[in-house]
């Protein structure tokens, strides 16, 4: 066994992706299925995957995401907010797999800034990592926002996690971009243009978030009546979603002032321009370096590595 | 030849509805495909319909709906709103099949209240047909909602239709309900409770339309922190969806005061709840009912009867 050695894993609904580290380097790389797709048991692919890893001696392995729901490898009960990662630590399940430890992380529950019941799994992990590579945003309340199929809007206060807000995004544009009328005779090689999104910005600009539901069909009727192209209305559709999502959060956190992303770069990119359009400005964390810094950060304890741990 | 008989029929999307009319009687009624589900062209599928309903020597028939549309039999262009029952007339598209007058009423294009394009097909029949159902609607400005699939709300002025404002509700909602997350593990048969409805228009009472996107996650969160049942969950979805429909409608009508619902009666009742919970009062009318009186205002002229027009 080389301590210095260990596995990190990200495993969500619709990807698995694994990384043999050896201190902050990744010296291999590797992708299997979602928990949603998988076609042995959560352990049996995971031991398929990680396979030869073994042969460099690995520690252990700590995983982020799905993989502890109901429908993963072993239910991880969700941690209450406020959440820092010192109390994330103590609450990661721990798991053998074939003489593996392996460390499953918790997602978090809290009341959100609606009053309602809220949950994320996986993005505790980036926020936490984005803590790390902004330590700025350790000290004093931020907004960070993960988009994705779910956007999570979340408050950070002095390195914890108070509380966060969903939106299902993404889910709802790819239902409507795959199933409905606004869509009707669109090939699925059709992408949205910049021009069509600025002009979906625009329109929640003017008429205000709560008239989402009346703007989208003009993704229709405006293809029907005005000859706009299917790049402009499907990138039209992604603004008016995103545009009103953005806009909503003045309603329950106030004037945005400076916004961190966390997520893909082109993602990252449509969200600083919807939440500009809402009188925010933003920095950008790219997804993928803030699951690995949060993996790092919770495979810590206080006195030791995380081999020392498993 | 019987110049008092007729056919009429309401072709949309999804569906079509035949009734042969002698008078203001109904003789039969035959249903079959919608303008998507055609097996054979829409000349020969209404030809097989009405086979031997051509026995009785019916004068015509009179069709509306998106059988007039582009995927329809033959289009009929959009007429422009302010449109009265007399200017839907003048602009009935007259063909012919095997030697049977047959006449196709457009749909109507507009600007809508939020300034942009607007479009519908089959509704304005029903308006017409409400109007003539309670005259007290010929007179002043009045609000008319048309629930389903796409929801229509309309403003009629002095008899004519001046502008309408659509919301895909009852796309979005079956979308949600088939395909997301949101309904996860709920087999097809699972149906919203009205407790659950109830708890989704309170929830956008107090929170307002804007939050819409961000409550809708509550319908998955309830589900997994509070025990939220399947069918609680899907009438909590409804309730949402619905309810920000109507809340919408201050920002662009103001007060709502007394609306008038043309649907189905059980959607009719969600909706009445919903603009009562947004502070109007409703009356509703069957949907099928006023599409019969729309087309029979439709089929006539000035001087004479349907028939002669043929």
Redesign the interface.
Known sequence: MDPSISIFGDWGTSRLRLYLRQGKSVLDRRDGPGVSALTTSPEQTFLDLVGDWREAGPSGAILCGMVGSRIGWVEAP?APCPASAADLRERVLKIEADGLPVSIIPGL?CV?P??????MRGEETQILGALELDPALKRGRHLLVLPGT?SK?TVVEDGAITGF?????G??FA??RQ????AAGLGPDVVGSDAGYAMGLA?IG?????????????T???Q???GLSGGDAMGFLSGL?IG??A??AR??FGELGRVTLIGAPALNTLYGQAISSAGGETAAIDGDSAVLAGLTTLSQTKNSDFHVLA
Chains 1, 2 share one sequence.
């Open positions: 969700y529950s959100n609606l009053g309602g019941p809220d949950v779910h809007w807000l969903t939106a299902p995004v889910e709802t239902l409507l199933h409905s009328t606004l329109r003017e008429q205000g978030p709560a008239l989402l539901p009346h703007l989208l069909f003009e229709r009727a405006r029907l009546l005005n979603l009103a999502d806009a909503a309603r329950w």
